[in-house]
């Protein structure tokens, strides 16, 4: 409700329910949405590929689903004619479950198969999330200023979730769940005009999110803190202020002349403490000493545009943009195995990005347009491989090294490794568009894309690419009928080459698994992505004099996705080892990914008066989907140290119903 110019007050409720499976299967008993999780009477399990008789006969369906439901209230109050007061207020629950994987220790069980076991449980999600935003917004003469604080307040109900595992002599184990958090921020912004053809705007902002829940302990799992480990303290007192700083110059030197100039800051300053933590670990039956990590990163970007009207028909504009991004620990924790002071926690410490583009559009004619558009893009990472990163197990990154030598160093990667999000890399993209009136009552609009990745690795991606393509028509049949039809596909593909090596030898060793494999030999992979979505659509108004209007729209789409790998060397020299045998499996092509969908939308209005309509609605979609990966989920597939839960590649039929009755006033 709202008088204008004066004071509106809103409210408004919403709930939305996911269902996120209805084929998982669990001999476990609990809830969705539970914190405790038992096995009564299932006993022991050496082997999760060979239970019993009763522990098969203890599994069950139990449907996982999640619920949000969104409560909002706002208000504002326009104080004069230049200032304003808005505010607003959040509540968000959310309830249900998600399903993880919960690890647990199985040393000491009998039988026992050694090491973590795994069960896939609903974790679950009592979430509250309450925000609020309240604004002073002053506007005079062109110029405007906002002065705002947002806060954001996370609390679960659940800190912890109990359950059962199904080796070890200690059965009974937990599993922490997300802690509650605080966030408040203030920013400022506005806009001012300087003379008449440039305008300054900016916008600064500071926040600080607080996060301090006790830590959860596992009573199997727990060791005394000790002051020499470092590991005294019972919450993390994790504390992050972030930064934000923006700035825009645009200036119009003539009606055919705009220049552009921008600058943007972000800064994440963690100055949560870095501490050597004494854990349990549940792979093996030692301890271990890991330091958090508390990353911070500095980002910043100069942008310069220039926008040129070269005559009524055609447009250019020329950009470039200039991005460095550092990343480091304020201070890493000293102590324990492999962290002596000024260990450096991060790989990628620094990146730097330049890119330029161009397009030009121009109208050939009143029923011609078009636009063409290139970009470069070189992209370059500072690494330090000798970075040594926390909670790496088994492999050691350095080449002709026996693993293990140290722990964490490169990332836990051989020398020469990069992730595809942090590898130096040069970028080209090319697009362009036709919009083609063909007739008074037939529009067409063409577009395709066209992009180039190359990356600086030894070892890593390689290379990428990827293009796209559309076709979009509209067809006015009548005043108030339209016909509308439209295609796309797109296509992606990555190229990663690796070191073939076994996580158990060194990187520079020349055999994996008692196998003679040449020194130097590396796997290719190759990740191909395509998609084909088509449609159609008809609008038909002015029915019964003009009071009935009717919507019909069909579509349908076809993703698929295909991995395949082989070795780059001689099997011949390798005591004829191929792609099938058991000591590699780690070459040839996996069944490809796919997803299917199709819907058909229905919809008629009927316009009562001028403060009334009814609206009816029918909605029919339909999934078909396929995924290797659930084959693992499948009992008898499974490691023999996970509990199967009998999933399969999600396919559905829904059809949905609708009316709605609309009253303005």
């Known amino acids: 409700m709202s008088e204008q110019g004066q004071w509106s007050i809103g409210l408004r409720h919403e709930e939305l329910r996911h269902n996120l499976w209805d084929s998982y299967q669990t001999p476990y008993v609990g809830a969705n949405g539970g914190n405790s999780f038992t096995l009564p009477g299932f006993g022991l399990a050496a082997n999760t590929t060979t239970l019993t008789t009763d522990q098969l006969a203890a599994y069950h369906n139990l449907n996982v689903d999640s619920t949000r439901r969104n409560s909002a209230a706002s208000a504002s109050v326009d104080i004069n004619a230049r200032l304003a007061l808005k505010l607003d207020f959040n509540h968000l629950e959310q309830s249900g479950a998600k399903l993880m994987a919960f690890g647990s220790a199985a040393y000491g069980s009998t039988p026992a198969p050694g090491g973590e076991v795994v069960s896939i449980l609903p974790n679950p999600t009592r979430y509250q999330t309450n925000s609020i935003h309240a604004a002073l917004q002053w506007n005079a003469d062109g110029a405007h200023l906002n002065a705002a604080y947002y806060g954001s307040f996370f609390r679960n109900s659940d800190d912890r979730v109990m359950f059962t595992t199904y080796a070890g002599a200690a059965n009974a184990q937990t599993m922490s769940t997300p802690p509650g958090n605080d966030f408040h921020q203030l920013s400022l912004g506005g806009s001012y005009p300087v003379g008449d053809s440039t305008r300054l705007s900016g916008n600064v902002s500071v926040a600080r999110n607080t996060q301090n829940d006790p830590f959860v302990?596992?009573?199997?799992?727990?060791?005394?803190?000790?002051?020499?480990?470092?590991?005294?303290?019972?919450?993390?007192?994790?504390?992050?202020?972030?930064?934000?700083?923006?700035?825009?110059?645009?200036?119009?030197?003539?009606?055919?002349?705009?220049?552009?100039?921008?600058?943007?800051?972000?800064?994440?300053?963690?100055?949560?403490?870095?501490?050597?933590y004494n854990v349990q670990a549940i792979g093996a039956n030692n301890i271990a000493n890991y330091p958090n990590t508390p990353l911070s990163t500095k980002k910043s970007q100069a942008e310069a545009a220039a926008d040129y009207r070269i005559d009524g028909q055609q447009k250019l504009r020329v950009g470039f943009t200039h991005d460095e991004l550092s990343r480091w620990c304020k201070q890493y924790a000293v102590g324990g195995t492999n962290y002596a002071a000024g260990t450096n926690c991060v790989v990628a410490v620094a990146t730097k990005e330049d890119k330029l583009s161009a397009s030009y559009k121009v109208a050939a004619s009143d029923d011609v347009n078009a636009n063409l558009g290139y970009s470069f893009g070189k992209r370059q990472t500072t690494s330090d491989p000798n970075a040594i990163v926390a909670m790496i197990g088994v492999r050691g990154g350095d080449v002709g090294a026996v693993v293990g030598t140290i722990k964490g160093l490169n990332g836990g990667d051989y020398q020469g490794f990069y992730p595809v999000f942090d590898a130096s890399r040069t970028q080209q993209m090319l697009k362009t568009g036709l919009n083609l009136q063909a007739a008074e009552n037939l529009n067409l609009d063409i577009g395709a894309r066209y992009t180039d990745d190359k990356y600086d690795s030894t070892y890593g991606v390689q290379s990428g690419k990827s293009w796209a393509l559309h076709l979009d028509s509209a067809y006015h049949y009548a005043e108030d009928g339209a016909f509308t039809a439209y295609a796309s596909r797109q296509y992606q593909q990555r190229d990663l080459t690796d070191m073939q090596r076994s996580i158990a030898q060194g990187a520079g060793a020349a055999s994996v698994t008692a196998v003679a494999i040449p020194a130097g030999a590396t796997w290719t992979n190759v990740l191909k992505t395509d998609e084909l979505s088509v449609g159609l659509n008809l609008r038909q108004g002015g029915l019964l004099g003009g009071k009935v209007e009717m919507v019909a729209d069909l579509s349908y789409s076809l993703g698929s996705s295909n991995y395949a790998t082989a070795l780059n060397y001689s099997t011949t020299t390798t005591g004829g080892i191929t792609c099938a045998d058991p000591r590699i499996l780690s070459c040839g092509a996996l069944p490809d990914v796919r997803a299917e969908l199709a819907a058909l939308k229905l919809n008629a209005s009927y316009r009562l008066d001028k403060s009334s309509q009814v609206a009816l609605g029918y909605v029919y979609q339909k999934l078909l989907s396929s995924d290797y990966y659930y084959n693992g989920l499948a009992y008898g597939y499974t490691p023999n140290t996970l509990l199967a839960t009998n999933q399969v590649a999600p396919n559905y039929e829904v059809q949905v119903v609708a009316v709605s009755y609309l009253f303005n006033f």
Not at 220 to 229: C, E, H, K, L, R
Not at 234 to 259: E, P
Not at 262 to 271: I, L, P
């Open 217 to 276: 302990v596992d009573p199997f799992m727990y060791i005394t803190p000790s002051a020499a480990d470092g590991n005294l303290k019972a919450s993390l007192n994790g504390v992050v202020v972030t930064q934000h700083a923006d700035l825009k110059l645009t200036q119009r030197s003539s009606k055919d002349v705009q220049l552009t100039v921008a600058w943007k800051y972000d800064g994440r300053d963690n100055q949560t403490e870095s501490s050597i």
